[in-house]
């Protein structure tokens, strides 16, 4: 009868190395972010286990101890995907520049910054929209370029040192995601209009915005006459996280920065993505008059009523957030006022003749608190009626929730006139 052969001591040997090799791939995984620190636990403590119960109950089960030899071959391969992706890959797996040097605070939940010094250049890529619906059909392709300078903001290398003019703050439409530098409103603020012009957009709600401020305004020097123009936008300002308005400045130790890269992970983005993208692709539609694709999210948010909007739980929360950063505008002697970009499906959908909910809801607000607010969704009908007969859809990238080249030099026009004639301004040569 043939029986199996019982282990020698150098089979021992290389089961309680391959053990060893899969323990220090997971405690690898675990500090390049890959995994979290209680799976690789668990594991680490799952292969141990069995090379150890292995040899004194089951020493002729070659099923059992293999088991030891398929985890450490798991741990080794992923470990070796990251480190690889990670080295070569890292800009080749992300549709835009947003996700590859988008940097999470460690600490502090919804808050963002870009790496920084960075310029990276995307061929052909494509929008929001399209990475949701994963259909190459719908893609919009474009090149960008973007630059962030020294404090991982999209501005060009420079212009922080400098005197500012203008600030302009917001989520990613300030940003300018999806559309290449030299086209976005921040950038043609000065080279067409020649105002010294500063980008603090990063997507999140005006909390985020705040954050930011609070860090920033103290590092840059404003002119005598400087503006702080903030972009409300109507699609989901109602919907980002607002924390607590008591903030101080956001430094990070190198345990942050350790952690900032930790969750920068390539594989766990990966995985995160493919888990992700059939939820979010629900609520992407494609509209085949328009010939655009919209956000569903959007559609239900310009649907809202001024009652709706004024009894949203965060409706309070954004104007005791406006109200912070006027104080902070005080604080360093500018002049301060907001601005309300409407969405892609409001503009495409909606009522051009009467202002969305969210507006109505908000501007009495401004009036009982003296802030300066625009909507600016009147003036965008207006411009557009007399730039060369556009229709709004090429205002908007169409794989996008964006505006691309020809939205950001309509808003270019729109808030330079809107700051030109804030009364105050000093010198109308400048602004």
Request: proline content about 5%; overall charge positive.
């Amino acid at each position: 009868m043939h029986s199996e052969p019982i282990p020698t001591d150098a089979s021992h040997r290389m089961y309680r190395f391959v053990a060893g090799v899969g323990v220090v791939s997971l405690l690898l995984l675990v500090t390049f972010g890959t995994i979290d620190w209680w799976i690789g636990l668990i594991a680490s403590v799952v292969i141990v286990a069995i090379e150890l119960s292995s040899r004194r109950f089951f020493p002729n089960n070659k099923f059992v101890r293999n088991l030891t030899l398929v985890g450490a071959m798991i741990g080794l391969q992923m470990f070796s995907a990251e480190v690889f992706c990670r080295a070569f890959l890292a800009q080749a797996i992300y549709y835009r520049p947003h996700e590859m040097l988008a940097q999470r605070h460690p600490k502090i939940e919804n808050l963002t910054r870009y790496a920084p010094n960075r310029t990276v250049e995307f061929k052909q890529t494509f929008g929001d929209l399209a990475s949701m619906v994963g259909d190459p059909a719908r893609r919009d392709l474009r090149d960008i370029v973007f630059t962030t300078d020294e404090w991982g903001l999209r501005n060009d290398p420079g212009d922080s040192t400098e005197p500012i003019q203008l600030a302009i703050l917001g989520d990613s439409f300030v940003v300018g995601n999806g559309t290449t530098q030299e086209a976005t409103w921040g950038r043609l603020m000065r080279t067409r209009h020649h105002v010294a012009t500063y980008n603090l957009g990063m997507p999140g709600s005006p909390w985020v915005t705040y954050a930011h401020l609070v860090e920033m305004a103290d590092r840059l020097k404003f002119t005598s006459d400087a503006v702080w123009v903030l972009v409300l936008f109507s699609g989901n300002d109602l919907e980002g996280g607002y924390l607590s308005p008591k903030l101080s400045r956001i430094d990070q130790t190198r345990w942050d920065q350790y952690m900032v890269w930790r969750r920068k992970s390539v594989v766990r983005n990966l995985i995160n993505r493919s888990i992700d993208q059939p939820a979010a692709s629900t609520k992407v539609f494609f509209d085949e008059k328009l010939g655009h694709l919209l956000y569903s999210p959007y559609v239900v948010a310009y649907k809202r009523t001024t009652q709706q909007a004024h009894d949203h739980p965060n409706f309070s929360r954004m104007i005791r957030t406006i109200g912070n950063i006027q104080t902070l505008a005080d604080k360093h002697h500018v002049r301060f006022r907001v601005v309300v970009l409407p969405s892609k499906e409001e503009m495409l959908l909606g009522d051009l003749s009467t202002p969305s909910g969210f507006v109505s809801a908000l501007l009495p607000e401004c009036s009982a608190k003296n802030w300066s607010c625009t909507d600016l969704k009147p003036l965008m009908v207006a411009a557009d009626s007399t730039s060369e007969g556009r229709p709004w859809r090429d205002l908007w990238w169409r794989d996008d929730t964006h505006i691309n080249a020809a939205g950001h030099s309509a808003l270019t026009d729109i808030v330079y006139s809107i700051v030109k004639q804030d009364r105050g301004i000093r010198s109308a040569s400048r602004f």
